[in-house]
């Protein structure tokens, strides 16, 4: 539909200039005159003054609605992304103490907490080296998912048997909690680097934020500015900082509650 408007556009403005080309050499070789010349181009000039900014101004409409769209999939995501961090450290904390368990050939709830994607917002990023950061991150999301799922069935498999006394010899019963325990392991190398990159994804978020506002910028970029990995870095120190001030103000409060000692 845009295609066919631009064609019909073009159209239109070669047939009027092909028009008044006709027009005035008509007049010109002809008559000699000049008076409807001149009231001729001055209509034609201010029907396509009027045409020219029109567009433009549909333009510029559009363009500003890309940029804010693009902005508020960026806030969209740095919360999501903040939400995700959250889930990773409660599924470590599962990890390790289902670690603990496991390695002393006891049991432990294995109640993991999954990822909800947001796949939305990718249409209306306009980055493309973010939109490939992302989408490798959504990748991963689901990947981890999927590996909660075959950890929790490989559990419950081991649990049916124990307690339906399908497994009672202890050196196998020793072979298969070892078994969950590297499982776990690995689970939780793969947890740790995507947290690290979750991090990474929202400090970067949070540079395209802060110098894409829609009210301050008429652009957006397509790309990384070169000196975004040193922005990253010094962007990590601040975000890592935060981060230990939210999780000294909770230790705090969960002391005042007696949840902490």
Same mark, same amino acid.
């Given at each position: 539909?845009?295609?066919?408007?631009?064609?019909?556009?073009?159209?239109?403005?070669?047939?009027?200039?092909?028009?008044?080309?006709?027009?005035?050499?008509?007049?010109?070789?002809?008559?000699?005159?000049?008076?409807?010349?001149?009231?001729?181009?001055?209509?034609?000039?201010?029907a396509?003054?009027?045409?020219?900014?029109?567009?433009?101004?549909?333009?510029?409409?559009?363009?500003?609605?890309?940029?804010? =769209?693009?902005?508020?999939?960026?806030?969209?995501?740095e919360?999501?992304?903040?939400?995700?961090?959250?889930?990773?450290?409660?599924?470590?904390?599962?990890?390790?103490?289902?670690?603990?368990?496991?390695? =002393?050939?006891?049991?432990?709830?294995?109640?993991?907490?999954?990822?909800?994607?947001?796949?939305?917002?990718?249409?209306?990023?306009?980055?493309?080296?973010?939109?490939?950061?992302?989408?490798s991150?959504?990748?991963?999301?689901?990947?981890?998912?999927?590996?909660f799922?075959?950890?929790?069935?490989?559990?419950?498999?081991?649990?049916?048997?124990?307690?339906?006394?399908?497994?009672?010899?202890?050196?196998?019963?020793?072979?298969?909690?070892?078994?969950?325990?590297?499982?776990?392991?690995?689970l939780?190398?793969?947890?740790?680097?995507?947290?690290?990159?979750?991090?990474?994804?929202?400090?970067?978020?949070?540079?395209?934020?802060?110098?894409?506002?829609?009210?301050?910028?008429?652009?957006?970029?397509?790309?990384?500015?070169?000196?975004?990995?040193?922005?990253?870095?010094?962007?990590?120190?601040?975000?890592?900082?935060?981060r230990?001030?939210?999780r000294?103000?909770?230790?705090?409060?969960?002391?005042?509650?007696?949840?902490?000692?």
């Open positions: 539909m845009k295609t066919f408007f631009k064609i019909i556009g073009v159209g239109i403005v070669f047939g009027s200039a092909v028009f008044v080309t006709i027009f005035v050499l008509f007049k010109l070789l002809l008559f000699r005159e000049t008076t409807y010349i001149d009231q001729g181009l001055s209509a034609f000039t201010g396509a003054a009027a045409f020219t900014f029109t567009v433009l101004g549909q333009w510029l409409s559009q363009y500003r609605a890309r940029i804010k =769209k693009h902005y508020v999939a960026l806030v969209r995501t919360y999501t992304l903040n939400i995700y961090i959250n889930v990773i450290n409660d599924n470590l904390s599962i990890l390790q103490g289902a670690k603990e368990a496991f390695s =002393k050939q006891g049991f432990h709830i294995l109640n993991f907490i999954k990822f909800k994607v947001d796949h939305s917002v990718l249409q209306d990023f306009r980055n493309v080296d973010l939109i490939n950061e992302y989408v991150l959504i990748i991963d999301f689901d990947r981890h998912d999927q590996a799922e075959s950890v929790q069935l490989m559990f419950e498999d081991l649990k049916t048997a124990i307690f339906n006394k399908v497994l009672t010899d202890p050196s196998l019963l020793k072979m298969n909690m070892d078994t969950m325990v590297h499982q776990l392991t690995d939780e190398k793969t947890l740790t680097g995507l947290e690290s990159r979750v991090e990474k994804t929202i400090c970067g978020i949070r540079i395209l934020a802060r110098e894409e506002k829609p009210l301050m910028t008429f652009l957006y970029k397509k790309k990384y500015s070169r000196n975004h990995a040193s922005k990253i870095i010094k962007e990590r120190e601040k975000f890592s900082s935060e230990a001030q939210v000294k103000r909770s230790e705090e409060e969960l002391r005042k509650i007696g949840i902490l000692k």
